[in-house]
């Protein structure tokens, strides 16, 4: 089941759940699913081909179990997870690029150790596969600021399960490691990067003016504190006009459309009902500024 991260009523209700990050071609995650049939499984990925390679899969084979998530991690554990509803969270190989310039994306920063760790159970784990020793390295500084792991470090051999290319690499003689973090306590709490839902963006009504879009495309604007927004083109008709919207809220991006349409003697700016978007504060802020900002007296 891929879960509709938009619409679905957060958070998921589910518990003692078994996660993986990252799971590219799924080989793992249907593994980790046929193995805990009594369990929910749930796959957090965003690259939209490994998505959909596993929905192909999971409906072919039958796994009633996996439940997919296409988004950042970060934000699915913040958005859409209880506290303390996840036994385990599994990465594999999660940063073949372990270059100094990606390291505000890495899967394993102290910010993202935070909120996984927030989401684990008490005794819960991490569990991280690589044949590089120093994103170890690099995650065992991390999650040592939070004061709420304890870790154990192995080479893996041929006894333990392993996928086709791990048995290929080991018999190779290449070496794979397994980083464990076990989580002792409860992190001292912090900030944390988030978003505000609500329940309904409202239109706005114009009356008196006629759209003028070309006042906004191609502008950035910052219109709050971590919150940016860029307006790209617009398509028009008689009674009808879309602009393309970027919204970046904390770092949570959104793309969509804004919509002024034409009724009777006046005019309505809204989201446009075919832009997919989690609901929020700022989508309200947005509405407004066009209404305000994108139309001529
Ligand atoms: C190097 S691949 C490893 C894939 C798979 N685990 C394996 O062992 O073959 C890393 C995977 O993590 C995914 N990924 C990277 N950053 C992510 C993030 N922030 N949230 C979710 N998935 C992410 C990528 O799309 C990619 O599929």
């Given at each position: 089941?891929?879960?509709?991260?938009?619409t679905?009523?957060?958070?998921?209700?589910?518990?003692?759940?078994l996660v993986?990050?990252?799971?590219?071609?799924?080989?793992?995650?249907?593994?980790?699913?046929?193995?805990?049939?009594?369990?929910?499984v749930l796959g957090?990925?965003?690259?939209?081909?490994?998505?959909?390679?596993?929905?192909?899969?999971?409906?072919?084979?039958g796994?009633?179990?996996?439940?997919?998530?296409?988004m950042?991690?970060?934000?699915?554990?913040?958005?859409?997870?209880?506290?303390?509803s996840?036994?385990?969270?599994?990465?594999?190989?999660?940063?073949?690029?372990?270059?100094?310039?990606?390291?505000?994306?890495?899967?394993?920063?102290?910010?993202?150790?935070?909120?996984?760790?927030?989401?684990?159970t008490?005794g819960?784990?991490?569990?991280?596969?690589t044949?590089?020793?120093?994103?170890?390295d690099?995650?065992?500084?991390?999650?040592?600021?939070l004061?709420?792991?304890g870790?154990?470090v192995r080479?893996?051999?041929?006894?333990?399960p392993?996928?086709?290319y791990?048995k290929?690499?080991?018999?190779?003689?290449?070496?794979?490691?397994?980083?464990r973090?076990?989580?002792l306590r409860?992190?001292?709490?912090?900030?944390?990067?988030?978003?505000?839902?609500?329940?309904e963006?409202?239109p706005?009504?114009?009356e008196?003016?006629?759209?003028?879009?070309e006042n906004?495309?191609?502008?950035?604007?910052?219109?709050g504190?971590m919150?940016?927004l860029?307006f790209?083109?617009?398509?028009?008709?008689?009674?009808?006009?879309?602009i393309?919207?970027?919204?970046?809220?904390?770092?949570?991006?959104?793309k969509?459309?804004?919509?002024?349409?034409?009724?009777e003697?006046?005019?309505v700016?809204?989201?446009?009902?075919?832009?997919?978007?989690?609901?929020?504060?700022?989508?309200?802020?947005?509405?407004?500024?066009?209404?305000r900002e994108?139309?001529?007296?």
């Open positions: 089941m891929l879960v509709n991260h938009y679905v009523q957060k958070p998921l209700p589910f518990d003692n759940l993986e990050i990252g799971f590219g071609r799924g080989e793992f995650i249907t593994k980790l699913a046929k193995e805990n049939p009594q369990k929910k957090v990925e965003i690259s939209g081909i490994s998505v959909e390679k596993l929905l192909k899969r999971v409906k072919r084979e796994l009633r179990n996996i439940v997919i998530v296409h950042d991690a970060y934000w699915c554990f913040n958005l859409l997870l209880k506290d303390r996840v036994e385990r969270i599994y990465m594999n190989y999660p940063d073949p690029w372990f270059k100094k310039r990606h390291e505000k994306r890495r899967l394993t920063k102290e910010e993202n150790l935070y909120i996984f760790a927030q989401k684990l008490e819960g784990e991490i569990v991280i596969r044949d590089h020793y120093p994103f170890i690099y995650t065992l500084e991390q999650a040592k600021g004061g709420c792991f870790s154990s080479t893996l051999t041929v006894e333990d392993l996928t086709k791990e290929r690499w080991v018999s190779m003689g290449k070496e794979i490691f397994e980083l973090l076990t989580k409860e992190p001292e709490p912090r900030h944390v990067r988030t978003i505000k839902e609500v329940e963006v409202f706005v009504k114009v008196g003016k006629e759209p003028a879009p906004l495309a191609g502008k950035e604007l910052k219109i504190e919150v940016y860029k790209f083109d617009f398509q028009r008709t008689e009674d009808r006009v879309l393309e919207t970027l919204l970046s809220e904390e770092g949570f991006v959104q969509f459309f804004v919509e002024m349409r034409k009724r003697d006046f005019w700016v809204d989201i446009s009902p075919f832009s997919q978007v989690i609901r929020t504060e700022n989508l309200q802020k947005v509405v407004e500024l066009v209404a994108g139309f001529r007296p």
